[in-house]
C-alpha cells in the first residue's frame, strides 16, 4: 500500500513539473553582458613604402633596372568598432589595381582581435589580397604588411564629431 502511495506522489510531482514548465516556459539564466565597446578612430602618419624599379633610362632601356624599396611620408585611417568589425584607409600606393573598397579607399577590416596591449587583423582590399595590421595599443605605433608594400607609423585617436580641420 505505501508503494502505491509512494507512487503516486511522484507522478503527482512529475506532472506538477511537466505542467509548470508548459504554463511558464523555458527558464533562462539571467546571464550579465559586458558593454559594447566604443568606436575607436584613429589616424596614423608615418612611411609607405614600396618596391620600385630605379636606374636611368638606359638602365630600363638594358633590362639593367634594380628593384629598391622605396617609402614617402603617407597616412593610414582605422575605425574599429565595438563588435570587431571596422574599415581602414589605405594611401594609393598600397593599394591593388583590383580592389572592392567599402567606399573611395576605405577597405573592410577582417580578423579583428583585441587584447590589452594589441590589436591585429587583417585589411581586406579583395578576395586574394588581405595584408596584416598590428596596432600597439602601449606606444601607438602600427604596421601594415602585405605583398604590395609596408607602411609603418604612429597612431592618434580622435573623435570624428569634435576633429579639427586643418584648413
Not at 512529475?14 to 550579465?32: R, T
Not at 633590362?63 to 594611401?91: K, M, Y
Not at 591593388?96 to 582581435?113: C, D, G, T
Not at 608594400?149 to 580641420?165: L, N
Amino acid at each position: 500500500m505505501s508503494f502505491v502511495r509512494s507512487n503516486r506522489r511522484w507522478v503527482s510531482a512529475i506532472g506538477l513539473a511537466v505542467s509548470s514548465s508548459i504554463l511558464l516556459g523555458p527558464v533562462k539564466a539571467q546571464v550579465a553582458e559586458a558593454p559594447p565597446l566604443p568606436a575607436l578612430h584613429l589616424i596614423c602618419t608615418g612611411t609607405a613604402s614600396k618596391d620600385q624599379e630605379v636606374g636611368t633610362a638606359l638602365d630600363f632601356l638594358a633590362d639593367n633596372a634594380r628593384t629598391e624599396r622605396v617609402g614617402t611620408a603617407d597616412s593610414i585611417s582605422f575605425t574599429i568598432n565595438g563588435d570587431d568589425t571596422g574599415e581602414a584607409r589605405l594611401p594609393r600606393r598600397l593599394q591593388s589595381a583590383y580592389k572592392e573598397p567599402v567606399r573611395e579607399n576605405w577597405f573592410r577590416l577582417i580578423n579583428v582581435k583585441r587584447d590589452a596591449d594589441e590589436i591585429t587583423g587583417q585589411v581586406r582590399l579583395h578576395g586574394m589580397y588581405k595584408p596584416m595590421f598590428r596596432l600597439d595599443r602601449l606606444t601607438g605605433l602600427v604596421t601594415l604588411s602585405g605583398t604590395l608594400g609596408d607602411f609603418s607609423g604612429t597612431c592618434q585617436p580622435y573623435d570624428p564629431a569634435m576633429v579639427e580641420r586643418k584648413f
